[in-house]
């Protein structure tokens, strides 16, 4: 006999107290009932239940074995509704967090196609350049730039994340090209804030070359876009994402600086707690995710 039916029936038994209560509930006849239990009963070489003429009372084997089997029917009613999960159309509202720069330039028009695929996803972006902190701020999915700390979530490995060196034609005019990482001490320098405390930009360069700088930074900011700004109107020499300056560089407005070199490239992750059970909208955004930016 199937042995997941014959599970599945003394379960039945030991929940409803006799054959007769377990053959009503199932809409089978006591002696089908019977027939399942006897067949486990031989196959395991032990009695699971003491029969009486009203009442049948479990044994110590049949308790355990009454767990095991609620476990094991439970894991496949699962599987079964994630199977039947995956083939449903994504619908909800899906959140992520993701850094600022990456997320209002690359993310947005990503997430702007997705939806654009799914029209019955709706999404919820959080622009944050802390590390994400996905179960306390309720999100399914979030963008992660350098080390991963958190090992309870899932982790996606994306496009390491590039900035490059730029500034603006007029200020190149004005101080000249450098032509090697170490003149940039003769220069002025955009620095983000964290770098008050180090101002040292590691580069990488041909061959994998490298080469630490010292650079002074006589305006800093939080935020890269406006450093961007910054670089336009000839403050310096700006270090930022090459997605982030990549239109200005096509327009001219911004010139490349030591084009072979470039901050060391920092890992990205797309990360999400794990989930024996994940939604077919998050699964389908976690696979466009993947293809768009892996």
């Known amino acids: 006999m199937d042995r997941l039916a014959g599970m599945a029936m003394f379960v039945t038994v030991v929940e409803h107290g006799s054959f007769t209560a377990a053959a009503e509930a199932s809409r089978v006849s006591a002696t089908m009932v019977a027939k399942h239990i006897r067949s486990i009963e031989r196959r395991l070489g032990a009695r699971l239940l003491h029969r009486t003429t009203r009442r049948h009372q479990i044994t110590e084997i049949g308790r355990l074995y009454y767990e095991r089997c609620k476990n094991v029917l439970a894991e496949v009613a699962m599987a ?9 159309s994504p619908r909800g509202r899906l959140r992520l967090v993701a850094p600022v720069s990456f997320g209002s330039e690359s993310l947005v028009p990503a997430l702007v196609d997705y939806l654009q695929r799914n029209l019955e996803v709706s999404v919820d972006l959080v622009l944050d350049n802390r590390t994400p902190d996905l179960i306390s701020e309720g999100c ?3 963008i992660q730039i350098g080390e991963l700390k958190d090992v309870n979530l899932v982790a996606r490995p994306l496009k390491p994340y590039r900035r490059i060196l730029a500034a603006a034609p007029s200020y190149l005019a004005r101080r000249g090209r450098p032509e090697h990482p170490r003149e940039l001490s003769d220069h002025e320098c955009l620095g983000h804030a964290y770098w008050r405390t180090q101002g040292v930009w590691h580069l990488v360069g041909p061959e994998n070359e490298t080469c630490a700088v010292t650079v002074s930074s006589r305006f800093t900011t939080n935020q890269g ?4 700004v910054a670089a336009l109107h000839s403050a310096g020499v700006v270090l930022q994402p090459e997605l982030l300056l990549l239109r200005d560089l096509e327009a001219g407005r911004l010139e490349p600086v030591l084009p072979q070199w470039s901050y060391k490239p920092t890992p990205m992750h797309l990360v999400y ?8 909208m998050l699964r389908s955004a976690i696979d466009f995710l993947v293809a768009r930016f892996g």
């Open 80 to 88: 079964e509704a994630s199977a039947s999960e995956l083939q449903a």
């Open 140 to 142: 399914e999915l979030g």
């Open 225 to 228: 876009s406006a450093l961007r």
């Open 273 to 280: 707690a794990p989930d024996r059970r994940p939604t077919a």
